[in-house]
């Protein structure tokens, strides 16, 4: 009785390729040793579940989208400051509030009160009244958008409407010092904050 062969070849190994293929290649497709198309899908598996993992990965590491009213929620807020001690007589308000009517409210606001933190003068801070006459009448915020008035106000007429919007900050200010936060604090709010302009 002759010996058995060392190995018995599988059938697909004896199959003969087809006319033009690669003998080499048809063996080791079909060879159950090497089963290269099914390592193939499992390479494509991990591929595909590393793709969504990243992915997952990345968008966790996102913040989380802000919607528009939500955004609009968040402002910075100033609160009135107390203003400047100021000596005026009646006749100094009332010549102020003249010249601040006409010269000052359309920018500014009626009475000095305004929505903004810029343009109400009375949440002017210390450096703004020390430097008023610099900046009415010789305008050294000229190229900020406020304008020199020295061709029609005199010294005296810029100090005039400062104690008028001092006057005003002051009794706006006691006003708010006698407004309860937390039980009345919408009011507070409107009366005694300005919003502070962005960019």
Request: glycine share 6%; proline share 8%; net charge neutral.
């Amino acid at each position: 009785r002759g010996a058995w062969p060392a190995s018995v070849p599988s059938a697909s190994a004896t199959r003969r390729p087809r006319r033009g293929g690669n003998s080499e290649r048809s063996l080791s497709c079909h060879s159950p040793v090497t089963p290269l198309s099914r390592q193939r899908r499992l390479r494509r598996s991990r591929l595909a579940a590393l793709v969504v993992l990243t992915a997952t990965w990345s968008a966790a590491a996102q913040p989380p989208a802000v919607s528009a009213p939500y955004e609009a929620e968040f402002e910075f807020r100033v609160e009135l400051p107390e203003p400047p001690a100021l000596e005026a007589t009646e006749e100094d308000l009332a010549l102020g509030a003249a010249l601040y009517a006409v010269h000052c409210a359309s920018c500014h606001g009626d009475g000095a009160v305004s929505d903004s933190e810029f343009s109400d003068l009375r949440y002017s801070p210390t450096p703004v009244h020390r430097s008023w006459n610099a900046i009415v009448v010789e305008g050294i915020y000229a190229t900020g958008g406020m304008p020199a008035f020295k061709a029609t106000l005199s010294t005296k007429d810029a100090e005039a409407i400062r104690a008028f919007v001092v006057h005003q900050a002051r009794i706006a200010y006691e006003t708010c010092n006698a407004i309860d936060q937390d039980a009345e604090p919408a009011r507070h709010q409107s009366l005694c904050t300005r919003v502070l302009p962005g960019d």
